[in-house]
């Protein structure tokens, strides 16, 4: 990570559409990876031979990665810029995803994925603080909309990706694709992203200062309140995700190209949200998009819990319980956005502790809600109503506290 292989270039005084892109399609690595290879796990436990269900201990090692290496990329972008730390991570993803790829004991299948996220997670961490390093307040939030519609939509259409990847291939093919992501991030970092963080503004990495950092991100009423909101539209997402296979390709019976298919419809709900919070966000502010979206999100959530407990969001309705999930998944394209921009308010010159710690609470807030619909009989809809309406309950109950935190800028009203 020498200044010679990375020169520093002053920052543009706002992004292009196209930078914007390509740091979406670098933020995806995290929920591509995390989703992509649900399809293959009948076939990556009979090929590991560890057992039924031992798959989803392999995403257990993925989260933890994603954990911890959030937690330790933000203070290294911090301290040696944006596009060097990216290159390094991206680097580790793509060593330890040919390793996943060509292993073939179970055990050394799950050390790879955890490299993997530790790498792969500085996609996740640093997009997020360049858009804060050039931009704040509504422009920022415009910026992130346009990030998150790349980011945000992986997760809905990567299941899909990898079914049409195994039917060409087996589940290894699916880790080679990462491979190639991973490489054509590192070239589209090194050649095309400007390093948006002088090196006047950068700070120290020792342990001591790195933790109270984080003391003090945490401990801000403002970025709490709204990082909260935004990890548990992370869960909402995951909750469905983590129990859709199980209700629509069992459950409802769904043929692989209508589970397709719906999960398209889903994030072209999302990007639909993601776009008008954006044309609308200079004029009426992302604070008010929030509320108005939760609002939005909370009476669909509660009719679908409703519907579900009473057994009419079944089997014999199919449709209702897709449109309930369509219009939650809707409202979170303007939830997520606004949030993550309104959490980093105060933290412009520390942009990418923040990011980490945001970034970290999300994906192990997020890995919960597998377990609370794991714990839910799975003969019914009520796991994927039940976990998803808990989320958007906790976004409400976030979102109480964060009124009561200090004034935003009138920027960000």
């Not at 892109?21 to 995290?30: E, K, Q, R, T, W």
């Not at 054509?184 to 090194?190: P, S």
Request: aromatic fraction near 10%; charged fraction near 10%.
């Amino acid at each position: 990570m020498s200044a010679s292989l990375f020169p520093v270039t002053p920052p543009p005084p706002r992004l292009s559409f196209l930078i914007v892109a390509l740091l979406g399609l670098i933020s995806a690595i995290g929920p591509l990876s995390t989703d992509m290879y649900l399809p293959a796990f009948p076939w990556i436990e009979r090929d590991l031979g560890a057992g039924e269900g031992s798959a989803q201990f392999t995403l257990v090692a993925w989260f933890l990665g994603l954990a911890v290496g959030q937690f330790s990329q933000g203070p290294i972008s911090d301290r040696w810029g944006r596009r060097a730390p990216l290159v390094a991570g991206l680097a580790v993803f793509t060593i330890a995803s040919v390793g996943c790829a060509t292993v073939t004991n179970y055990h050394l299948f799950c050390v790879c994925r955890f490299i993997a996220a530790c790498g792969g997670s500085a996609s996740a961490v640093i997009p997020r603080a360049v858009v804060r390093d050039v931009a704040t307040g509504r422009e920022g939030a415009r910026m992130m909309a346009q990030l998150t519609l790349v980011f945000g939509v992986m997760p809905v259409l990567a299941p899909s990706l990898g079914s049409a990847v195994l039917v060409f291939g087996n589940w290894r093919w699916i880790f080679w694709f990462a491979v190639a992501y991973g490489i054509a991030g590192m070239a589209v970092t090194t050649f095309v992203l400007p390093d948006t963080l002088p090196p006047d503004l950068r700070r120290t990495l020792s342990p001591r200062a790195i933790l109270w950092r984080y003391i003090s991100i945490i401990q801000e009423p403002v970025f709490i309140t709204n990082g909260l909101i935004a990890s548990f539209s992370t869960f909402v997402m995951f909750a469905y995700i983590g129990s859709a296979p199980v209700v629509f390709e069992k459950l409802l019976g769904f043929s692989p190209r209508a589970f397709g298919v719906f999960f398209g419809i889903n994030a072209a709900a999302f990007i639909l949200g993601t776009q008008i919070n954006a044309r609308f966000v200079r004029q009426l502010g992302p604070a008010l998009l929030l509320e108005r979206a939760l609002i939005w999100a909370l009476c669909a959530a509660s009719l679908f819990v409703a519907f579900a407990f009473s057994g009419l969001a079944g089997q014999a309705h199919p449709l209702l319980i897709c449109a309930f999930i369509t219009s939650i998944t809707g409202a979170l394209g303007f939830i997520g956005t606004n949030a993550t921009v309104l959490s980093f308010t105060h933290h412009g010159s520390q942009a990418g502790s923040a990011s980490a710690l945001l970034g970290t609470m999300q994906f192990s807030i997020g890995a919960l809600s597998n377990v609370l619909v794991g714990l839910m009989p799975q003969n019914s809809a009520l796991p994927t109503a039940v976990g998803m309406g808990a989320g958007v309950g906790a976004m409400a109950l976030a979102n109480l506290l964060r009124r009561r935190a200090p004034s935003l800028p009138a920027d960000l009203q």
